[in-house]
């Protein structure tokens, strides 16, 4: 059986958005995969510690890609860092001081970017940063906003993880909701989108499922298992 590399998103994905709490049998059946030699690694929002720690609680790969591609963390002392949070602190100063409720999220600790409430305009957020000449990633991952580096999303963290670990574009199936799950998707010749992403998202993946979040992982999984070894 050809080994395949799986790119799991958290939020919306195998927990249901908001909440956080996870989808036990989308969980199981990841853990299934790892057990039969595949590689499934979170791809995340959240901090890299708090999808590295899913890896270990939840027995896949103990590898995790967070901070929205800007951190990926290998073990306990072992992260690396691809985006500078002094840039992303800069831009939510300025954000703050024009736009009335922008809001940082209570997050756990980030070491290369900013985390925000969904509170204001994006597109006015941007339209800002670009007229003061900052330069950096926004982005909305229907939990939360994000501050990253340009340059930084899951997309090119993920693609770290491919160089270092010697995995191939055939080999690798993201799947996840949302807008930062997009460049991700670029990067897997198979993509899932899960019922519960937008439409703009859902055409930008090579497939999609009906059913929301954990439900739709195991659709997908459904349908892809018996073709894993085609795909
Ligand atoms: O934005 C977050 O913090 C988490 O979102 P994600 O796991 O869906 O990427
Ligand atoms: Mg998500």
């Known amino acids: ?8 998103d958290i939020d919306g994905t195998i927990t249901e958005n908001g909440g956080g709490r996870i989808h036990l049998d989308a969980l199981d059946a990841l853990r299934r995969l790892t057990n039969m030699g595949h590689t499934v690694i979170f791809v995340t ?20 890609v967070g901070e929205n591609g800007g951190c990926i963390t290998l073990d306990s002392n ?3 860092l691809l985006g500078n949070i002094e840039e992303c602190k800069t831009a939510l100063n300025v954000m703050k001081n024009s736009i009335d409720n922008v809001k940082e999220k209570l997050v756990f600790p980030r070491m290369t970017e900013v985390v925000l ?3 204001f305009d994006l597109d006015l957020a941007r339209k800002l940063l670009s007229e003061n000449n900052i330069d950096v990633e926004l982005s909305d991952s229907q939990y939360a906003f994000h501050i990253n580096s340009s340059g930084v999303d899951k997309g090119t963290g993920f693609s770290k993880i491919m160089e270092k670990f010697s995995i191939l574009r ?11 799950d997009v460049p991700l998707f670029r990067l897997a010749k198979t993509s899932v989108a899960l019922g519960n992403a937008s439409e703009i998202v859902k055409s930008e993946a090579t497939m999609t499922v009906s059913a929301n979040a954990g439900d739709g ?15």
């Open 170 to 180: 055939d080999d690798v199936i993201a799947i996840g909701d949302s807008a930062t």
């Open 117 to 119: 409430e969904r509170t």
């Open 78 to 80: 072992d992260h690396i």
């Open 45 to 64: 929002g959240r901090s890299s510690v708090e999808g590295y720690l899913l890896s270990v609680f939840g027995g896949t790969t103990k590898i995790a």
């Open 217 to 231: 992982v195991l659709e997908a999984l459904d349908k892809l298992a018996p073709r894993l070894s085609e795909i």
């Open 1 to 8: 059986m050809k080994k395949r590399t799986f790119a799991v």
